[in-house]
């Protein structure tokens, strides 16, 4: 078998697998649907995070360690300082435009889940899965980067504005840009985690 071809096998299984864990990924969510009535709401979306987080972490250490474009990460100061400076001006629109209502301040393992296992999850799913798959099935990153971010922002249910959309579709624009310059996912979930802290830190709170 010539390299080529051989290239071109393993790219097609690659991307399939990614296709599949991202497809695994959806279905997850789901299992609140089915456990809410037996083990309580805040159980069941527990167990769906778990579940998440353990497939995201066995994709992570056994498939993403061992791809070419995986092993050689590379920090870029001026990359990763830019992104940071747009996610966090995406988050004071964000704040100043959507009307939010207060809320019940999260505890300890809200702040835990939200700031280290959803961005870790998330970032493995999405600039991980999702856009490797269409990274492979297409000719360049910006198909790729611009059909991840529209299923990233639209799985966000939880919102309803528009504005809301607009924000997840850019964060993650701005995510896969950080993953390519940087050829990994180490410095996306840092900057996932460091949006979703200043989101709380502007939530409104009950007293």
Do not use: W
Request: aromatic residues 14%; hydrophobic residues 50%.
């Amino acid at each position: 078998m010539n390299t080529s071809l051989e290239q071109r096998m393993i790219s097609k299984i690659t991307a399939s697998l990614f296709l599949l864990v991202f497809i695994l990924s959806v279905m997850i969510t789901i299992i609140p649907v089915y456990t809410v009535n037996s083990l309580g709401a805040d159980a069941s979306v527990i167990m769906m995070m778990g579940v998440e987080f353990i497939l995201a972490l066995s994709i992570y250490f056994f498939s993403f360690r061992k791809l070419v474009e995986f092993k050689s990460r590379k920090f870029s100061g001026s990359t990763v300082g830019l992104a940071f400076a747009c996610l966090f001006a995406i988050q004071l629109f964000l704040h100043f435009t959507s009307n939010k209502l207060s809320v019940p301040r999260p505890s300890f393992i809200s702040i835990l889940i939200l700031t280290i296992i959803i961005p870790f999850y998330e970032e493995v799913f999405y600039r991980g899965c999702l856009f490797g798959f269409f990274n492979y099935i297409s000719n360049g990153y910006a198909t790729s980067s611009i059909v991840t971010s529209i299923v990233f922002s639209l799985m966000h249910t939880q919102y309803s504005s528009p504005e809301e959309y607009v924000g997840m579709f850019l964060i993650s624009i701005i995510l896969i840009h950080v993953r390519i310059k940087t050829n990994g996912l180490i410095y996306p979930m840092v900057l996932h985690s460091a949006t979703n802290i200043l989101a709380l830190s502007l939530m409104k709170y009950n007293a």
